[in-house]
């Protein structure tokens, strides 16, 4: 399931809404090292950004 739902969180972190993710998806993906934060933002890890990737049909 967060498989599928990473590149819906990184298209949100990405048009600066976070406030729209789940705070329970928000910790899943940290703890499995696909976001981080950084000076008080989520940003996507290098981890995330390649599955997000994996995700785009080819």
Do not use: F
Request: proline share 3%; charged share 25%; net charge negative.
């Amino acid at each position: 399931m967060l498989r599928v739902e990473l590149p819906r969180v990184a298209d949100l972190l990405h048009r600066r809404r976070a406030g729209e993710i789940e705070a329970s998806v928000i910790d899943e993906l940290v703890e499995l090292s696909w976001l981080e934060w950084l000076g008080g933002s989520l940003q996507l890890t290098a981890t995330g950004s390649n599955i997000c990737r994996q995700q785009i049909p080819k």
